[in-house]
């Protein structure tokens, strides 16, 4: 699980902010995503990258954008459209949609002030 | 789209003892169901995984049954250890859904001693 990093670890954001997340991972897997997890939830799919320059969104994409440039990254940013913020948030990644075990980043804790 | 359910969301055994998670999913072409164990302020990690084509996997201490007809499947631990406390999440997914997992509410596990 070491492959997959994200940053960072802890952010603070301002009402009204735009913030972006980072997800690198040099596992050379294909497909990455984006979770949200709230305390007495599971984790919820924001966005989902099945390869270079494409994304699609997942159950919860309102307030959200990300792109993938690179195979290796995925950022998350959280736009001052999303209404509640403050949470957990988790990047995985797989070798690719035919491929099912998901490992995940160490996660970034979100928290608007 | 896809529901998983969760039961129960906490569960205290003591050391020794067995526990038994128990999730439902709603969408019957869904064929791989994993669980993750997370434990607190950490990444969730893979521990046990399931394909619809068979009916039960063990990996030491920790085994998984499935029910497609029940659509239910669940997470069996024997022999508790402290270090089994965290929170379990069981999730679905289905083919020609990029893999995307859908997660259950999780189960905090506690261990005693």
């Known amino acids: 699980d070491g492959g997959i990093t994200q940053s960072p670890k802890y952010l603070f954001r301002k009402e009204g902010q735009n913030v972006t997340l980072s997800c690198e991972q040099n596992l050379n897997h294909d497909a990455m995503y984006w979770y949200r997890q709230d305390p007495g939830q599971g984790l919820r799919l924001i966005y989902y990258?099945?390869?270079?320059?494409?994304?699609q969104k997942g159950d919860i994409a309102e307030g959200y954008s990300v792109s993938r440039e690179k195979k290796e990254s995925f950022p998350l940013t959280v736009t001052s459209a999303q209404k509640n913020p403050t949470a957990f948030y988790l990047c995985a990644s797989s070798l690719g949609v035919a491929y099912n075990e998901q490992f995940f980043g160490p996660g970034t804790r979100l928290t608007v002030l | 789209g896809e529901n998983v359910e969760q039961h129960p969301s906490t569960l205290s055994v003591q050391e020794g003892d067995s526990a038994v998670i128990k999730c439902t999913y709603s969408?019957?072409?869904?064929?791989?169901f994993p669980w993750y164990k997370q434990e607190l302020g950490k990444r969730p990690q893979l521990i046990i995984d399931i394909r619809s084509n068979v009916g039960e996997k063990k990996d030491q201490r920790i085994a998984v049954t499935l029910n497609k007809t029940a659509k239910h499947f669940s997470l069996h631990i024997t022999e508790t250890q402290p270090e089994d406390s965290a929170v379990y999440f069981c999730?679905?997914?289905?083919?020609?859904?990029?893999?995307?997992?859908?997660f259950g509410s999780g189960t905090q596990l506690t261990v005693l001693p």
């Open positions: 999730a679905a997914s289905k083919k020609g859904s990029a893999r995307q997992l859908t």
């Open positions: 969408d019957s072409a869904s064929n791989y």
């Open positions: 990258s099945q390869i270079v320059n494409d994304f």
